[in-house]
Each structure stands twice: as C-alpha cells, then as structure tokens.
C-alpha cells in the first residue's frame, strides 16, 4: 500500500493527514499551533501531528511515500524554505522546514503555498473536478485566493492569487495588510471583528459578543456569525452583506480578467454559510461582469475542514490525479 502524508500549517491549528493510493483519508489529528518559540518548534509540532495521524491510520511512518506540507508564507519548494510567515512565532527570517522535517520523520517532505495547495485539492478532488480552469476564493480570517489555468496552478512569481488583496474601493478602509480599500478589508473574518468592535465601542448594539461569550471562545468565529445570522442581528447582516458585496465585486474583477470556468468558495465563514451564500456572491458578481450573459459557476467547496492537508499530501510526487477528460 502505498499511501502518503499532508500537512496544512495553520496560523491557529496544524492538520495532519494519511492519504491511500485512491485519496480516501486514513487518519488525522489535529494539533494547536505553537504561539511561542520559533520555526523550530512549529516544526516539532508538525512531526509531532504527522506521527499521530500515521498512528491513527495504523501505517507505519517511514513507509509513507512522502509527505507534503501547505505553508503560509513565502515558500521556496526547491530548497525546501519558508520565509517570513508573519502569523507564526519568531519566523520573521528564512528556516528550512522541509529539511527539519525529513530529518525528524525519516520521510521526503515537499512544501507548497497553503492556499495553493488547497486550491488544488479542490479542482483535483473536490468541486472544482469537472473544470479545467477556476478561481479558490478561502473566505476565512483574512480573504485567500488560489488560481488553477489549464489543469495547473498558476502563481505568477510566487505571489499570485491573492484575491484578498485586490482593492474594491479607492482609499477605502485599512485592510489587515496595511493597504486600503482591499477585498479582505472588508470580507475577513478578522476585520470584521475588528469593525464589529468599534461599532460597538461607538454605542451600536449586537448579540455577537454575547454569543462568543456564551460559547467561551475569545473570537467571533464562523459559527458565531452564523447563529447571530440566523437570529436576524443587524450589525451581524450589515457586516456580512458587506463582505458578501466586496467578494462579489473582487471577484467579478478576477473573472473579467482570467474568464475562469469556476470560482470555488472555502475557508471557515465559506463552508460554514454554503452555497446560498455562495449564490449570494455570484449575485454579488453579476453587475461586474464583462460578459453578464455566461457567469461562472460559483460553488462551495466540497473537501472542508482537510481541504488544504489533503492538497498538500498531493505535493508528493505522483500523487497527483490526472485531470479530467475535456
Ligand atoms: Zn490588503
């Protein structure tokens, strides 16, 4: 049996994979990621990930082809390097992750761009399997994006795809990368709380405070902002439609520009709020839309929560489906 590993390093969580030959799941765990220490340290907690997955999956580790490994930051895959993963403790610098790995789990390990790989995952597995050309939009705590052309991932010199940080207003509100007037200014999960906070602290009402609180969490999560959704709160429905809006508009830009066939929505507030908000989005989409009269298909993705571990094991050479049949 040959099967393979994946690791989708999070800036909260660590998800670890083993992966058959057919790409079902044979195990997983999921670990917090280290908000201290170094790379050194994110590292062992990826090891540590990896070896309880095998374990959940009865596979012996260093029987694993190879594993792979979805990194945020600037990711060298040939040198095996992550550079400046801002989210991550004391990675400010360049640290040889894939090496550090090897060394600790006996096994090749290949690195990609996180929101690539789950990109990936999705056309080659998941909604996206019947096109041959999409865009990945991650709606989670900022806005990712991820770019398939012609069967293959497209990432310009190591940048591209950042839907996030396309700008849908001039000189609007500052966005999390210190920019205005960028998609995720207004759609990330993390500015809007940041904008939900000062509504609040300006003397506006909401229940989302008081449903994190009741939940014991500390951040307004996907779920947080379902349920204020679902329960009719106003600030809650202004936010989101905003963020419904900006998406939309960012997304049409990409559309005019790449005339994918799909736009592929996930991350955290993407799967948790489904395909009406994905309809919502394309509705959002259609007045940008050079060509209004063939849209593309707007779809949630399908692979969820393992998405981006599951991309990741198809870094591993020859893991890779075949892309289907025109
Ligand atoms: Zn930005």
């Known amino acids: 049996m040959s099967a393979r590993g994946g690791i989708d390093l999070g800036g909260t969580k660590v998800q670890a994979v083993v992966i058959d030959a057919q790409h079902q799941v044979l195990g997983q765990a999921r670990v917090p990621t280290p908000t201290e220490g170094g790379p050194q340290d994110v590292a062992d907690a990826l090891a540590g990930a990896m070896h309880e997955a095998a374990d959940t999956a009865r596979v012996e580790l260093g029987s694993l082809t190879g594993i792979g490994v979805g990194s945020p930051g600037g990711v060298d895959a040939g040198a095996g390097t992550v550079r400046g993963a801002g989210n991550l403790p004391?990675?400010?610098?360049?640290?040889?992750?894939?090496?550090?790995?090897?060394?600790?789990?006996?096994?090749p390990a290949h690195l990609g761009n996180d929101v690539q790989v789950a990109?990936?995952?999705?056309?080659?597995?998941?909604?996206?399997?019947?096109?041959?050309?999409?865009?990945?939009?991650?709606?989670?705590?900022?806005?990712?994006?991820?770019?398939?052309?012609?069967?293959?991932?497209?990432?310009?010199?190591?940048?591209?795809?950042?839907?996030?940080?396309?700008?849908?207003?001039?000189?609007?509100?500052?966005?999390?990368?210190?920019?205005?007037?960028?998609?995720?200014?207004?759609?990330?999960?993390?500015?809007?709380?940041?904008?939900?906070?000062?509504?609040?602290?300006?003397?506006?009402?909401?229940?989302l405070f008081k449903v994190m609180e009741e939940r014991g969490r500390t951040r307004l999560t996907s779920g947080i902002w379902e349920r204020a959704l679902e329960?009719?709160?106003?600030?809650?429905?202004?936010?989101?439609?905003?963020?419904?809006?900006?998406?939309?508009?960012?997304?049409?830009?990409?559309?005019?520009?790449?005339?994918?066939?799909?736009?592929?929505?996930?991350?955290?507030?993407?799967?948790r709020l489904g395909q009406p908000y994905a309809d919502r989005i394309l509705e959002q989409m259609r007045p940008h839309l050079?060509?209004?009269?063939?849209?593309?298909?707007?779809?949630?993705?399908?692979?969820?929560?393992?998405?981006g571990a599951i991309g990741a094991s198809l870094l591993v050479p020859g893991a890779a489906?075949?892309?289907?049949a025109a």
């Not at 990109?119 to 900022?142: K, N, Q």
């Not at 489906?321 to 289907?324: C, D, M, S, V």
Request: a negative charge.
């Open 90 to 107: 004391g990675w400010e610098g360049t640290f040889a992750l894939g090496p550090a790995l090897q060394d600790a789990l006996g096994v």
């Open 119 to 207: 990109t990936d995952a999705e056309a080659a597995l998941g909604a996206g399997r019947p096109f041959h050309s999409l865009l990945g939009v991650f709606w989670g705590t900022g806005v990712g994006g991820g770019i398939v052309l012609d069967d293959r991932p497209w990432i310009g010199r190591g940048a591209g795809g950042e839907l996030g940080h396309v700008v849908v207003k001039e000189d609007g509100r500052v966005c999390p990368c210190g920019r205005k007037g960028c998609v995720e200014a207004y759609a990330g999960r993390g500015a809007m709380e940041a904008r939900a906070r000062k509504l609040v602290e300006e003397g506006h009402h909401t229940d």
């Open 290 to 307: 050079f060509r209004d009269d063939r849209p593309p298909a707007v779809r949630v993705a399908q692979l969820g929560d393992l998405g």
């Open 231 to 271: 329960h009719g709160d106003d600030m809650a429905t202004e936010l989101i439609d905003r963020a419904v809006a900006a998406i939309g508009t960012g997304v049409a830009s990409a559309i005019n520009l790449l005339d994918v066939e799909a736009v592929i929505i996930g991350g955290g507030l993407g799967i």
């Open 321 to 324: 489906p075949t892309p289907a």
